[in-house]
């Protein structure tokens, strides 16, 4: 396949990681919010079978869920190409790798709270919310303003789609751990910007300029 073809498949992969890490993540921090509603109060975790079987699900959605979302930024990357800002790049590919690298281990730590009667238990939960919540989502930010600025510049995004990423970049950078599942915003952001990629909206390819 040559060239050519390889970067017209590219935005079909990125709108679709994209979606994809949008469902498994929200998935994940529903499962987490529900099983463990009071993850932010600094209590004794009391987790039965039913809480640890839905926590367990949720950490096993998130490796395939951090695949998906390398999988959408490397997609969206390539198609800026040359045109990209190298400074903006740079900070768009800095976030999102450490968002990543956040979200596994917020995932590590939420371990804990699956060995029935460990010490640690409300230790680990409290880590993987801090992670989770106040620096994975604060990384999230950087990479939602980032990502809406290479749109913008380059044309590509609908002003709309445009103005909602700053919106949520800006929540995500001011609320953090203060209101529960707001970090939902994050995924809610990444899936209208897949499915705006699948619609036709593709990264890397510019609009046709007004007539007159």
Do not use: C
């Amino acid at each position: 396949m040559d060239r050519k073809h390889k970067r017209l498949a590219t935005p079909w992969a990125a709108g679709t990681a994209g979606v994809v890490f949008a469902i498994l993540t929200a998935t994940a921090i529903i499962l987490v919010r529900i099983a463990l509603p009071g993850g932010d109060d600094g209590g004794a975790v009391t987790v039965d079978a039913g809480q640890r079987s839905a926590v367990r699900t949720a950490l096993e959605l998130i490796p395939f869920a951090g695949i998906a979302f390398l999988w959408f930024m490397g997609a969206l990357r390539e198609q800026a190409g040359e045109r990209e800002d190298k400074f903006v790049s740079t900070v768009f590919l800095g976030s999102g790798l450490l968002f990543v690298a956040m979200l596994f281990a917020a995932a590590a730590a939420a371990w804990t709270v699956l060995g029935d009667g460990r010490e640690d238990s409300s230790f680990g939960r409290d880590v993987a919310y801090a992670l989770l919540t106040t620096y994975a989502m604060r990384m999230a930010a950087v990479f939602v303003i980032t990502a809406s600025t290479i749109g913008r510049r380059l044309g590509v995004l609908p002003r709309p789609l445009t103005v909602l990423g700053y919106l949520t970049g800006l929540t995500l950078l001011v609320v953090g751990a203060s209101v529960p599942w707001s970090e939902l915003v994050f995924p809610a952001w990444v899936l209208l910007l897949g499915l705006n990629i699948l619609r036709g909206r593709r990264p890397g390819a510019p609009r046709p300029p007004a007539s007159a």
